[in-house]
Nanobody, 122 residues
């Protein structure tokens, strides 16, 4: 089992940047598919970026060119660098992991963190 703890959320003005971190503990982290999701109150959880065990990366169209997902296996940490943030990205961001194959940006992951809030003001 994997335990995921997100950090790095906070308040930023539109156009600003934040870097989210997801610290993972537990057996087999390096062989897990990982992803970042976000959720606005009253809306479905949305896949933002994902990275497979083979290093394949995908992004939601809305964040391409602005967000970067990366993984440091030595530190058991997943990152999401977010640049040029927009007010509509004012969401709770979640880290997710799964040892099995999943559709990369779909809400199908087995393990989830508690989330970290990102607030973007205009």
């Amino acid at each position: 089992q994997v335990r995921l703890v997100e950090s790095g959320g906070g308040s930023v003005q539109a156009g600003g940047s934040l870097r989210l971190s997801c610290a993972a503990s537990g057996y087999g982290y390096r062989s897990y598919n990982m992803a970042w999701f976000r959720q606005h109150p009253g809306k479905e959880r949305e896949g933002v970026a994902c990275i497979t065990t083979f290093g394949g990366i995908s992004y939601a169209d809305s964040v391409k060119g602005r967000f970067t997902i990366s993984k440091d296996n030595a530190k058991n940490t997943l990152y999401l660098q977010m640049n040029s943030l927009k007010p509509e990205e004012n969401d709770m961001y979640y880290c997710a992991a799964d040892p099995a194959w999943v559709r990369c940006l779909r809400n199908e992951y087995e393990y989830w963190g508690q989330g970290t809030q990102v607030t973007v003001s205009s």
